[in-house]
T-cell receptor
């Protein structure tokens, strides 16, 4: 039972480089989320999706794009990485807005 | 807009002491759900409990208990006889259930609990 899987687990980028973080869930959940976690800031919502083909902005969406072409996958893209995007990124999924969220293991991204 | 406040940034207790983690929330929805998550030093986020806005009964699970008070918009978490393994960051979260267009799960900033042996 894999649950929510994030790829990669660690990454170092140079300023200006691009990358995509992949989140995959095998629970047939409708809702998926991308959060970033920074010291003292808690978990801040970047983007989320309430179903295949839909995405919406969260609290801190600037500098990120997302896509949900398949129900089980939610991709987070950084087109031109900046040092301010150094963070730990968490993906989560849940069945509906009444249920708890299941989280991936996190991706530690460093932009130098 | 929904909001969760965890005023305690860090707490240190000596092993076997009881400790309460505070959570205060704001919402305009009449139906909502509250959650607690634990993030141990290894980094993963572990779900602890879900409570809906209509159920104000306190809940106890082993050494853990939760006190939900709608009148004060609080959902506090108490660990009895704390252990070193309880050392973690604890997050409180809120999800609105009825307000149109509200699909977010909003987290507080977390409380870092250190249990000293």
């Amino acid at each position: 039972n894999a649950g929510v899987t994030q790829t990669p687990k660690f990454r170092v980028l140079k300023t200006g480089q691009s990358m995509t973080l992949l989140c995959a869930q095998d629970m047939n959940h409708e809702y998926m989320y991308w959060y970033r976690q920074d010291p003292g800031m808690g978990l801040r919502l970047i983007h989320y999706s309430v179903g295949e083909g839909t995405t919406a902005k969260g609290e801190v969406p600037d500098g990120y794009n997302v896509s949900r072409l398949k129900k089980q996958n939610f991709l987070l893209g950084l087109e031109s990485a900046a040092p301010s995007q150094t963070s730990v990124y968490f993906c989560a999924s849940r069945r509906d807005r009444l249920s708890e969220a299941f989280f991936g293991q996190g991706t530690r991204l460093t932009v130098v | 807009a929904q909001k969760v406040t965890q005023a305690q940034t860090e707490i240190s207790v000596v092993e076997k002491e009881d400790v309460t983690l505070d959570c205060v929330y704001e919402t305009r929805d009449t139906t909502y759900y509250l959650f607690w998550y634990k993030q141990p030093p290894s980094g993963e986020l572990v779900f602890l409990i879900r409570r809906n806005s209509f159920d104000e009964q306190n809940e106890i699970s082993g050494r853990y208990s939760w006190n939900f008070q709608k009148s004060t918009s609080s959902f506090n978490f108490t660990i009895t006889a704390s252990q070193v393994v309880d050392s973690a960051v604890y997050f409180c979260a809120l999800s609105e259930a009825r307000r149109a267009g509200s699909y977010q799960l909003t987290f507080g900033k977390g409380t870092k609990l250190s249990v000293i042996p």
